[in-house]
Structure formats: structure tokens, C-alpha cells
């Protein structure tokens, strides 16, 4: 065991690994957490914390590298888009008759595990994620009716998660680690005035606020227990804290001209166009998964889960300009705890596995708060995957699809925005792994 | 357009019928009586482009009201003179940027409707009995029987001859009936620039009867009428965009003297004497009065500004009245003022509750509205809109009128009293048609005069707010155009006198 411990780290691979999570652009909210996080995880519809029989346990529950003897780098990504994303508006605003769509991006988001044996018992693991995440770019941003809350919103995250998993009993595993969390920001918005010649809004301005991925993080910190009573059932639970992150960056203001001269020199006048700084903070919410593993005669593996979500401290998104020349932006959220439940199966053939998943999402997010900035709901997912695995290396991948409710804004909503937001989406994961 | 579209424009037509129906089965004949905020006046005329986009208007259109007839009136280019009532906007000429007459009240274009209007609302400072006790109305007369004459035509030989805007309205026999009136009663006070009971205020129990009969008789059995009450007039532009203090023309900031404010000067009242410091013949006004809009003109001539920052130390006027019908208009008002202006809408507006509850009739609180549109703004999608003078969105031009945004947030505000008291599904109004659709003449040929009429503040009261409320960095020249004689006639003062020694005709 201990000579397993020489095996050298592949430096290289690392950095490469690195480097790609922190330039990656994340999507794909449940709020904005991202889950899919492995591909065998992903097929069996998330319901991983039972389970955590391969390197992703890092994410799912850590306490599952307990359980794991040999040293094994894990390395993949999901690739995550929208099949559509449409809104219809109601009066009062935008109106009946108005309509946006979101782009159809493209995410990718690599991830990349190791777990390193230090003892029979004492097992060390790093995890390189992306837990949070959002992309929503309205198509036509200068014409699209929500372009005064939101055209681009993005929130980039990289976890770099070390791990200790400790087996107390050889049925009982414990698991604790640190969590540092980059993250970054984009928003983008037009700004509207009153134009006294005309008595008629007009875009007179726009702004983008931007936050390096790399200049802001925050600490939490993660922790899991797993208990095997025998060897064909496991129960699991994990505990991962909230971060809240402090970002510094900068608003750049650009002025859009409305065609009248003078009322644009009116507009230069008194608008602070140019470059300021800005800070904000995020509260990304602490969560718990708990789940259970069965594995049943014949190669059948049956995993329920059931992850609870603290949004309720994701209280509002403050925006600050120190130096003064713009007003603050305070939006309050109001978020509530969420719940979703988890259901997968897997039958193996051998080395090979197929696997089958669901899961119900309920949204952290209430109905007055959901706007351009961010529309969720909730969702049934449908996942399957396979994979092909050998105690050298395996191979899997997994697969979502995403049916979001109709989510219908038209009696309250905090942005005074009215209508109805239409979302399908999809996953694919693939992970490849070598142990020694 | 693509196939999905295609395929969702049957299901949206279809949408969109059932709701207009449903606001059309909810109600089928809606008629409107008050003052000007019924009439739809915006910068200072009632002409078909406001009478459009009035709330009333407006909420017509959500009721899927096809019939709503209003005595349209047509904008026409401003001639010099005048021949008919000025319509205000903003306007550059050359390198000038000023406020100016941009078009002129035309004809009443149908006239001859068989029917009375729907929309029996008109200007001209109506009091609350004017809508029952205005029967008969004299062209020439006066600025309200000129222009309440078009609205009910009920001058002699006229086909409505004797009939009240509450006759009228029960003529129509109409199922939804909103009355709003009773502002002019109160907002002469602030015109006048002094608040005396029984001069520029109606007494309590005179309005209260008033209003009695004017809600009794637009009440019938089956109807449903909804009545607002008096917004809180000191909250509109035209007494809040002067600070009681004097400001630096240039940085638009308080002049500060030993860390202090420096307040402008006034007269004194009767419950602040005055007892003045030379050189200044004024002095400073009380905290908590108000500085009407047209002081803006004597404060660009050092009027009201002490002589230890240069100005002449003469105080800005306070109204005076003196027995028995002289009236001296002012452009302050003192706290005792405005405490009776507002104990007084405090009594108008129980007036209106009792004679609704008396009468079955809905309340609105449009005080509570103007209050909070005033406190807040109003945001909408990410728009921010506010009681601000000409950038605020709300007000338009004349600074007590509403804009089409201010209208339009009257007409969501009535139509969500009704969903939420009547249970009907009416359909909110569409403000994206509100908020972008600019509000300029749709003439060609408008041409830009002064306007030194007896209805309105001078074109130099203009050319001063607009020069101390927009040129911070941006030098704001404006036109100096010649005063315009008005043709309308000026007559003799009709019974009440109040009404035609007031200078300044909103309502």
C-alpha cells in the first residue's frame, strides 16, 4: 500500500487540469448549483451519496474514499446547453406581445479527482470542481425587453477541495476536508432615462460589472460519514458548508447615443461613463446529501437520495461602487432552503454498466423573484449513462435531460417583469479513471 | 418567423380574444366624469394625443371598449398669437434648449356625436359642485365654461342644454362609472400661493355637500362606481422642484454661509410675522414651506435671495387676499398653509369615503398612490421612473399634470382595484406602449411661441426652472422669443371669485 504513495503525480496533467476549470465558463443552476459532477453520478440521477464508489465521491461524499483502496486519478467534464429557453411577457411589463430567448450556449465544465491511500485506514483526496455556476445571455441584448435587469449574467466557481477520510470501523468510514472557492462574475445591463424631449424611455447607458475568477475566493470546508453495515448496502451523508465569496472588480459604463445630440450631451454630463470599481459578495449555501446504495443479486444497484440546500442565505446581491460616482444596487432574493429527491439504478454486465436515473429539483427560488437576472424552477431530470470499468481504469458517461416547469410571473414579481419563462436543457458527462 | 411561431399565433390570438372578452363581458359601457385628471390633460392642454394615452383611455382599451367616445380634441401648430389653449414641450432651437408652446388646442372633432361622451371630464379649475350645478355653460365666458362647453355642450341651444356632467352620465345609463374631482377645490391654494377657507379653499361642509350630491347622483342600482379622492397637492413638481434655500446657479448646490442653509425670503405670514433685518426687506422662510414653480423667474431677477448673496433681499410673494374679492396671487407658502391645505384633503377625502359608503360606491385612494409614487417612484422592468421635474417621467410639463407613465399608473392602479374588489380579470395595461412611444406633437408645422397668457405661468418662468434644473455641466440657452398676445377673450369675473383671480388654471 504505502509504495502506491511514490507513485509520482503527474504535475503536468494537473496544471493542464487546473488551468482549464479556471478559465472554463460554468452553467447550469439548480438556483446555480451544478451537480453533475461525475458521470457515473450523473447516469444514476445524482443519487451518489449511498454510493461514492469511485473518486467523484470527493464531491458526492467524501467519506466514500474511505471504502477506496488504491490510488486513482479521475479526470472528465460535463458538457451542459440549454435545448431552448424562451420567455412570453405579460402586461404590465414587458407586455403581451413581447418575447425573448436565451442563447443556446455551451458550457464545459472539467473536473478532475485523485485519491491517494496514505494507510488501510487513513485515505487522502483532492477534488478540482466547479459546484456553482451560471450562464444566461439574452439573444438581441439591445433589444431584448429585460435588458434594464439583465442581458448577461454569468457566475463562475472552482473548488479546490483536499480531503481526509478515516475509516473508524471497517463498516464505518468519516471524511473532512477544506474547500477554497474561486469565483468570478459578469453582469451586464442597459440603463434607461427619460428623454425631456420626448417624455419616452431611452437606453442612454450600458454596464458591465466584471469579476477575475481568479481574484476572489472564499473558505468552507466539507465533511461526510459512510456506513456499510454489509457489503451490499451503504448509507451516506455529507455536509458541505456555505463560502461566501467577496469579490472586487470593475463597472465599465459605457453611454449608448439615442440619436439627439442634445439630449446625449445632457447625458454626458451627468453620468459617470468610464471604468470604477466595484465589490459585491455571494453567500453560496451550505448543503447536505443523504442517500443509501443497495445492490441487489444479478448486478443490480438501486441508489435513493434525498439533498437538502440552504438558499436561505443567499439573501440578496448588493452591488457597491466605492468610489462613489454610482448608486448602489440592492436586490434582495428572499431565496428558500430547497429539496430535491434522487432515485438511480444500475445493472452490471461484468465490466460494463448501464444506468438509469431520476430526480425532482424543487427551485430555492420564489415566484416574485424570478426575472432576466435568473429564471429557475422546478424540474424533473432523466438521466442514463454506462460505463466500462476494470479495477485498472474505467470509463464512464452520463447524460441529463433537463425539463424545467413553465415557470408563469404575471401577479408578483420583484423586478415588475410579467410573464412566462420555458426551459429544457441537457447534460453529458464523461469521466475517465486510472488506479494503480 | 418560424414554424413555432406560426404555430403559437393561433393559441396567442386566441388568448387575446378571450381577454378582451372577458373585459368586455365584465363591463359594457364605462363612462368617466371629474376634473382635468379625468380630461387627460398633460403639459397644460387636453388634446387627442393626451386624450389617448389618459388613464381613462387607457383603461377603455383594457376593457376591450371599442364605443369609449371622448370629444377629441385636435392638435393643431401653435399660431402667434394663440388662437386656442397652449400645449407645452421641450425644444431645442439652434443651440437653445428651453421649455416652449410646441402646439395649440384645436377643434373639437366630433362635435356632433348624438350622445353624450363617454368621457365627461374637463378643465378649466372645476369645482366639486361645477359637476352638478354646471348646467348651462356661456362660450367666451370664461376659461372653464369655454372649455367645459365642449365636453358637456350644454349651452343654450346646445343639444345637451341644462344638463350637469352628472345628467350626462346617467343619460349614457352606464355600468362602470369613475369619478374623480374635487382637487381644484384645494389646489387654488397653491396656485393663489396662500390657503384662506372660503377663498382659494372650499369650506368643508361646502364640499362635502357637493360631494354628496355628485356621488349620490352618479350611483343607480346595478352600477358600479368607483371614485378616487384628493392626492396630497404639495407632492407635484410644481411646489416641490424649488428648495425653500437658496441654491448655487452654477453647481446647483446649497449655498452654505457658516455650515448653514440660507434660506430664500418671503414675506411672513400670520402665523410667522416678519420683522426684516436691512438690507433685506424679507425674511427667511420658515422651515417647511414651499416655493411654487413660477418663483423661478423672481429668483432669476435676485428676488427672494438675500443681499448677503446677492441678491436684492426683496422677498418672494405670498398671496394675499383682501374683502371682498381681491386676490393677490403669491409663489410661497408658509407651514400654517400647508397644514391647512392638508387638514383640509384630510376632510375632503372622509367626505368622499362617507358619501361612498353611503352611496355603495368603491373607494380609490389615490392620495395613498400619489404618496407613494412620490416617496418611492415607480419601477417597472428595470425602469426607474419619479416625481422629478421633466426627467422624471411621471409629470409632465406643467408639473401638476401627469405624464402618460403617471397615467398609466392611475389606470393599473384602478384596474387592479377592480380585479381585486369587483373579482373581474381585467387586463393590466401594457406600459411597453407607455413608456417608449414619444409623446411629441404628431404636427409638422409646430411652431415655438411664448405663452404670457392669463392660464399659465409666463415662458420666462420656464426659461428659469429649465435653466436651474438641467445646466449643471450643459450650458442651457433659451430662445428669447416675444411674448404672444392671447385672443381668448378675458371676462369679467364670474360669481365666484376665486376662480378668475387665480392666475394659473390647471384643472
Known amino acids: 500500500m504505502r509504495q502506491r504513495l511514490r507513485v509520482p503525480l503527474p504535475p503536468l496533467v494537473f496544471a493542464v487540469a487546473v488551468i482549464g476549470l479556471l478559465t472554463s465558463t460554468t452553467a447550469y443552476p439548480s438556483g446555480f448549483q451544478v451537480m453533475t459532477q461525475g458521470a457515473k453520478a450523473t447516469g444514476m440521477g445524482l443519487a451518489f451519496a449511498g454510493v461514492a464508489d469511485d473518486p467523484s465521491a470527493i464531491f458526492y461524499n467524501p467519506a466514500g474514499i474511505g471504502f477506496q483502496d488504491h490510488f486513482s486519478v479521475m479526470g472528465g467534464g460535463a458538457v451542459l446547453g440549454r435545448d431552448s429557453a424562451t420567455f412570453v411577457g405579460a402586461n404590465p411589463y414587458p407586455g403581451v406581445g413581447d418575447a425573448g430567448k436565451v442563447q443556446n450556449q455551451v458550457f464545459a465544465l472539467p473536473n478532475l479527482y485523485m485519491v491517494v491511500p496514505l494507510t488501510a485506514d487513513l485515505k487522502f483526496g483532492l477534488g478540482i470542481d466547479a459546484p456553482y455556476g451560471l450562464g444566461l445571455r439574452w439573444d438581441a441584448p439591445e433589444q431584448w425587453s429585460g435588458r434594464f435587469i439583465s442581458q448577461n449574467a454569468v457566475i463562475k466557481t472552482t473548488d479546490i477541495n483536499p480531503v481526509f477520510s478515516y475509516k473508524l470501523l471497517p463498516e464505518l468510514s468519516i471524511a473532512a476536508g477544506a474547500d477554497y472557492r474561486f469565483s468570478g462574475l459578469q453582469l451586464e445591463r442597459n440603463t434607461a432615462a427619460i428623454d425631456p424631449f420626448t417624455q419616452s424611455e431611452v437606453d442612454v447607458a450600458h454596464t458591465k460589472l466584471y469579476s477575475n475568477l481568479t481574484s476572489n475566493g472564499g473558505w468552507g470546508y466539507n465533511a461526510g460519514i459512510m456506513w456499510k453495515p454489509v457489503p451490499q448496502i451503504g448509507v451516506g451523508a455529507s455536509y458541505r458548508s456555505k463560502i461566501t465569496v467577496n469579490y472586487d472588480g470593475t463597472a465599465t459604463v459605457i453611454q449608448r447615443p439615442t440619436g439627439d445630440q442634445a439630449f446625449d450631451a445632457l447625458v454626458a454630463a451627468q453620468v459617470p461613463f468610464g471604468v470604477h470599481p466595484v465589490t459585491t459578495q455571494i453567500v453560496f449555501p451550505a448543503s447536505i446529501n443523504t442517500g443509501v446504495g443497495i445492490s441487489f443479486g444479478g448486478g443490480f444497484t438501486l441508489a435513493l437520495e434525498a439533498d437538502w440546500t440552504e438558499w436561505s442565505s443567499f439573501k440578496a446581491l448588493n452591488i457597491n461602487f466605492p468610489d462613489g460616482t454610482l448608486p448602489p444596487i440592492d436586490r434582495a432574493t428572499a431565496w428558500n432552503d430547497s429539496w430535491a429527491y434522487r432515485v438511480g439504478l444500475e445493472k452490471t454486465f461484468g465490466a460494463f454498466a448501464i444506468r438509469v436515473g431520476y430526480y425532482y429539483d424543487n427551485t430555492p427560488q420564489p415566484t416574485q423573484d424570478v426575472g432576466p437576472l435568473l429564471s429557475d424552477n422546478d424540474r424533473n431530470v432523466y438521466t442514463a449513462g454506462f460505463g466500462y470499468n476494470t479495477p485498472q481504469w474505467g470509463i464512464d458517461i452520463g447524460g441529463a435531460y433537463i425539463k424545467f416547469k413553465n415557470r408563469q410571473v404575471l401577479t408578483q414579481s420583484t423586478d415588475n417583469f410579467f410573464g412566462i419563462y420555458s426551459e429544457t436543457a441537457w447534460a453529458a458527462v464523461a469521466d475517465l479513471r486510472i488506479s494503480f | ?507
Open chain 2, 1 to 507: 418567423m418560424n414554424k413555432k411561431l406560426y404555430r403559437s399565433l393561433p393559441l396567442a390570438a386566441a388568448l387575446a380574444l378571450v381577454a378582451t372578452a372577458v373585459g368586455a363581458q365584465t363591463f359594457q359601457n364605462f363612462v368617466t366624469v371629474g376634473d382635468s385628471l379625468i380630461a387627460g390633460e398633460e403639459s397644460g392642454c387636453v388634446v387627442q394625443r393626451f386624450q389617448r394615452r389618459s388613464w381613462v383611455a387607457i383603461t377603455a382599451g383594457q376593457l376591450g371598449l371599442s364605443d369609449f367616445e371622448q370629444p377629441w380634441i385636435s392638435e393643431v401648430a401653435a399660431t402667434n398669437p394663440l388662437t386656442g389653449y397652449p400645449c407645452l414641450g421641450l425644444v431645442l432651437n439652434g443651440t437653445s434648449l428651453g421649455l416652449a408652446i410646441v402646439s395649440e388646442t384645436g377643434q373639437n372633432t366630433n362635435l356632433t356625436l348624438p350622445r353624450p361622451y363617454n368621457n365627461l371630464g374637463f378643465n378649466g379649475s372645476p369645482l366639486m359642485a361645477d359637476f352638478v350645478e354646471l348646467t348651462v355653460t356661456t362660450p367666451g365666458a370664461s376659461d372653464l365654461d369655454n372649455l367645459a362647453g365642449r365636453v358637456l355642450r350644454n349651452c343654450m341651444g346646445c343639444p345637451f342644454q341644462g344638463m350637469s356632467a352628472v345628467d350626462e352620465a346617467n343619460l349614457l345609463t352606464p355600468d362602470l362609472v369613475a369619478f374623480w374631482g374635487g382637487n381644484n377645490d384645494v389646489l387654488n391654494a397653491m396656485f393663489a400661493g396662500v390657503a384662506i377657507v372660503g377663498v382659494t379653499i372650499t369650506p368643508v361642509d361646502s364640499f362635502t355637500n357637493s360631494t354628496n350630491q355628485v356621488i349620490a347622483g352618479l350611483s343607480a342600482s346595478g352600477r358600479t362606481l368607483v371614485s378616487g379622492n384628493i392626492p396630497n397637492i404639495i407632492d407635484i413638481p410644481y411646489a416641490t422642484t424649488i428648495p425653500p434655500v437658496v441654491v448655487d446657479p452654477t453647481t446647483m448646490l446649497p449655498v452654505l454661509i457658516g455650515g448653514q442653509l440660507v434660506p430664500l425670503l418671503g414675506p411672513g405670514d400670520d402665523a410667522f410675522p416678519c420683522t426684516p433685518v436691512p438690507p433685506d426687506s424679507g425674511c427667511a422662510l420658515p422651515q417647511g414651506s414651499l416655493v411654487m414653480l413660477p418663483a423661478s423667474t423672481l429668483l432669476g431677477q435676485g428676488v427672494g435671495i438675500p443681499v448677503a448673496v446677492g441678491g436684492t433681499g426683496q422677498p418672494l410673494p405670498h398671496g394675499t387676499f383682501t374683502p371682498p374679492s381681491t386676490l393677490v396671487a403669491g409663489v410661497v407658502l408658509y407651514p400654517d398653509d400647508i397644514t391647512l391645505i392638508e387638514s383640509t384633503i384630510v376632510s375632503y377625502n372622509q367626505a368622499i369615503a362617507a358619501a361612498l359608503v353611503a352611496n355603495g360606491g368603491i373607494p380609490i385612494d389615490s392620495n395613498a398612490l400619489f404618496a407613494q409614487v412620490s416617496l418611492n417612484g415607480f419601477d417597472i422592468g428595470g425602469i426607474h421612473l419619479s416625481t422629478a421635474y421633466a426627467t422624471g417621467g411621471i409629470f409632465s410639463y406643467d408639473g401638476v399634470h401627469p405624464a402618460p407613465s403617471g397615467y398609466g399608473i392611475v389606470a393599473d392602479d384602478f384596474i387592479q382595484l377592480l380585479n381585486t374588489v369587483k373579482g373581474t380579470n381585467i387586463p393590466r395595461p401594457n406600459f411597453s406602449n407607455i413608456l417608449f412611444t414619444p409623446n411629441v406633437p404628431e404636427i409638422t408645422s409646430a411652431v415655438t411661441v411664448a405663452d404670457n397668457g392669463p392660464w399659465h405661468y409666463s415662458l420666462d418662468t420656464w426659461r428659469g426652472l429649465l435653466n436651474a434644473g438641467l445646466a449643471r455641466r450643459f450650458a442651457i440657452q433659451m430662445p428669447t422669443v416675444p411674448d404672444a398676445p392671447r385672443v381668448v377673450p378675458h371676462l369679467p369675473p364670474a360669481p365666484r371669485a376665486v376662480r378668475h383671480v387665480e392666475r394659473h388654471d390647471f384643472d
